[in-house]
């Protein structure tokens, strides 16, 4: 069993609908990132977070560290936001990585 | 607009040849990262740096690869001899060890190898 699941594995949306990724990780933690990796494949990191919930746009992460559980929700999307979202926990230094969820918004 | 800075971004070689990438953290960070990114296996850490000294190559196969950091605005990866298995994306990171341990990617180098 993977550290860290992601799901649903790829997900595609129309443009405006309300999206949520989910990840879930089975170790201690000190931090957990989301990271948006675009078709060209540059990875760009978007959320930083051990606690609580973060909201930058349209772009919502909140985590649960008790269920061990994180959610990346975007909010009216957009055919801009088609990517692969990545969830990776960071256990010491180190960072382990989910998966990744292909999401595809249509216009 | 400080940024990763990674080269050559692509590189075709045939089985048995050295590669060497390159990285170029951004100025101040003491933390550097390498990652190699596969379909089948996502991405995986390699090895990491802290203030140029390697604190973990676990993730490293140690017979053909090897990571250095010659100085603090450069770090090497270097696969002696290459096989067609290592063919993959090869990304650098590099943070500040306690300024939240954020990590910011470079664009990669994408390696074939024939």
């Known amino acids: 069993k993977n550290e860290v699941e992601q799901s649903p594995q790829n997900l595609t949306a129309q443009e405006g609908e309300f999206i949520t990724i989910n990840c879930s990780y089975s170790?201690?933690?000190?931090?957990l990132h989301w990271l948006q990796q675009h078709p060209g494949g540059g990875i760009v990191s978007l959320f930083m977070?051990?606690?609580g919930k973060k909201k930058h746009g349209r772009l919502i992460a909140t985590i649960n560290i008790q269920e061990k559980h994180s959610s990346l929700h975007i909010t009216a999307s957009h055919p801009r936001d088609s990517a692969v979202y990545i969830c990776?926990?960071?256990?010491?230094?180190?960072?382990?990585f989910g998966t990744g969820t292909r999401l595809q918004v249509f216009p | 607009d400080a940024r990763v800075t990674q080269t050559p971004r692509h590189k075709v070689t045939e089985m048995g040849q050295e590669v060497t990438m390159r990285c170029q953290p951004i100025?101040?960070?003491?933390?550097v990262f390498w990652y190699r990114q596969t379909m089948m296996q996502g991405l995986e850490l390699l090895a990491y740096?802290?203030?140029?000294?390697?604190?973990?190559d676990s993730g490293m196969p140690k017979d053909r690869f090897s990571a250095e950091m010659p100085d603090a605005t450069l770090a090497t990866l270097k696969i002696q001899p290459s096989e067609p298995r290592d063919s993959a994306v090869y990304f650098c990171?590099?943070?500040?060890?306690?300024?939240?341990?954020?990590?910011?990617f470079g664009p990669g180098t994408r390696l074939t190898v024939l």
């Open positions: 990171a590099s943070g500040l060890r306690g300024q939240g341990n954020e990590q910011f």
């Open positions: 170790v201690g933690i000190s931090a």
């Open positions: 977070l051990s606690s």
């Open positions: 990776a926990v960071r256990v010491a230094d180190k960072l382990i």
């Open positions: 100025l101040g960070h003491n933390t």
């Open positions: 740096f802290r203030n140029r000294a390697p604190l973990d």
